[in-house]
T-cell receptor
Framework: DVKVTQSSRYLVKRTGEKVFLECVQD?????MFWYRQDPGLGLRLIYFSYDVKMKEKGDIPEGYSVSREKKERFSLILESASTNQTSMYLC????????????FGSGTRLTVV | AQSVAQPEDQVNVAEGNPLTVKCTYSVSGNPYLFWYVQYPNRGLQFLLK??????LVKGSYGFEAEFNKSQTSFHLKKPSALVSDSALYFC????????FGAGTTVTVRA
């Protein structure tokens, strides 16, 4: 069964910490995405990547960075965690073609205290 | 810019009754439309998609969706809802990336 795996289901971090969220896909997909999900706001795109070492800002990139050194792995980095970054983070991947949807990971619920 | 709107935050139905979750879209060109479902504390699961062809699309778990170009709508439907269909549903449209609606919470009461 094809998969997108997020390394942690739940994380609790302190304000100011550097936080790494890891995502791995086994489908050889070109595209990978990071979203955050908040009640009433739906899914908001943070960053995405079309290929190894390539990244593009999404709708809310402030306070985040990403890394894609290998095709299967896409990391989201919170440079200095803040309480307003408490959220559910969802990773997804897809083939390049637009007629395909995304495959999502199970999500990481991050709490910053 | 492409976008979708889900006009209802919540939909409540009795088990066995028909379920409809509404979605309207705005795109330039031909739309690629998707429905996803999310159960509590889980990622999103693909239900169905419209790319081209028949306006009635059938998907997973007995769901279907009707594409209506003149009304720019893509409503999700199920003829007979189950309690287990209670979840959060997202409509989405894609060109180079997926843009999601805000989501509709469906509650099916026994």
């Amino acid at each position: 069964d094809v998969k997108v795996t997020q390394s942690s289901r739940y994380l609790v971090k302190r304000t100011g910490e550097k936080v790494f969220l890891e995502c791995v896909q086994d489908m050889d997909h070109e595209n990978m995405f990071w979203y955050r999900q908040d009640p009433g706001l739906g899914l908001r795109l943070i960053y995405f990547s079309y290929d190894v070492k390539m990244k593009e800002k999404g709708d809310i990139p402030e306070g985040y960075s990403v890394s894609r050194e290998k095709k299967e792995r896409f990391s989201l980095i919170l440079e200095s965690a803040s309480t307003n970054q408490t959220s559910m983070y969802l990773c997804a991947s897809s083939p390049r073609e637009a007629n395909y949807g995304y495959t999502f990971g199970s999500g990481t619920r991050l709490t910053v205290v | 810019a492409q976008s979708v709107a889900q006009p209802e935050d919540q939909v409540n139905v009795a088990e066995g009754n028909p379920l409809t979750v509404k979605c309207t879209y705005s795109v330039s060109g031909n739309p690629y439309l998707f429905w996803y479902v999310q159960y509590p504390n889980r990622g999103l699961q693909f239900l169905l998609k419209y790319i081209t062809g028949d306006n009635l699309v059938k998907g997973s778990y007995g769901f279907e969706a009707e594409f209506n170009k003149s009304q720019t709508s893509f409503h999700l439907k199920k003829p007979s809802a189950l309690v287990s269909d209670s979840a959060l549903y997202f409509c989405a449209v894609r060109d180079y990336k997926l843009s999601f609606g805000a989501g509709t919470t469906v509650t099916v009461r026994a």
